[in-house]
């Protein structure tokens, strides 16, 4: 069997979504026993990038054991700079497509393939070309709009959601009938190695605006409490177009540098270390949106969450999203609708380490369905119940 993989800058970019697309490749070898995969993605004129075995970058990139076994990289030149280079590339990935028994397109986008059976990975559905604001300024683009949202509907043998939020999005954009649908648990690298726990809450997150990181700062400085008992650290990936937020960030924590440690493009093992050592855990993107009339900007599911509830931590997270669907609240964590329900769940956890102890376990038992093998077991499910490829 020959299955490829579509992620958008996958030599670029070490995300949520690449890694989950990742976690397909070593599902796939899995599944099928070691199938000829092929990753497809850009390759850009300036890119001094130069991979030779896309195995061993993704294992080092996500903690992986991909198999280097019958698996390749093929990288398409591509221009995205206007539109005639995007629509050349779109054509040239079509065309790269039909050599292929299996295809998965792994990055949000409208593209349409034409391999014998596609599959989209939904981690939150694209909006219609016709409900552009494009084509509201200019209507006599609609008739292509709608070849182009026509051609994504009819493309897709089966579209993979994560999350009933993702789910419920996709059918009120697109309409998808049922028999071309399948939610499953996405899989997420579980922290396994757990070390002595510390009285510190740990933000693991993309240091960028839309995850509402200074609302969390804002929060922990206006808790005498928990500055006398908890430090408050934040780490995550840091690129140019974040440099003026992280600067906002720096500027906001201002003289508590001793209590809020910022934390710069830090390794897989300083994130898993300070995972093990975290009490708890907390994550607020979506604060400042509206779920009804922005929900793309709504976590749609919460992978670090799941991370964090694997190495005990206890998650006290904005009630958004899918976020909702993995924390039962005063279960296995919190919810919290404002900062000032997040500083008291948070303060009552400190003042209650047996209450604390329990959540945790409850944490890492929730946290367990999230493995890669039940990932591994469900994809292989949907595969052969929803396209009957084996």
Known sequence: MKIGLYISDILLRTGGTEANCSYIIYALQKIYNFPEITVVSEKYRDSDIHVTDIASRLNSTFGLDIKPVNISLSLLSADKSNFIGRFLFERKIRGTSKRFDLFFNCSMNLFSFAAKKNVVIIHFPPYRKTKSKFVQKYPWAYFAAVLKDRSFLKTYALYISYSQYVRYWLDRIWGVDEARTALIDPAVKLITKTGEKSDFIFVCSRIEKSKDIDILISAYKASELLQKTYKLIIAGAVIAETKNYVETLKNLIGGMADLITLRENPSHEEIEAYYSQAKIFWHAKGYSVDEESDPFEIEHFGLTTVEAMSAGCVPVVINKGGQKEIIEDGVNGYRWDTPEQLIEKTVYLTQHEDERKKM???????????????????LGKALIEKLGVR
Do not use: G, M, P, Q
Not at 360 to 378: G, I, Q, V
């Open 360 to 378: 945790s376990e409850r944490a890492r038992e929730k946290a367990e369905h999230y493995s890669l093998d039940n990932f591994t077991e469900n």
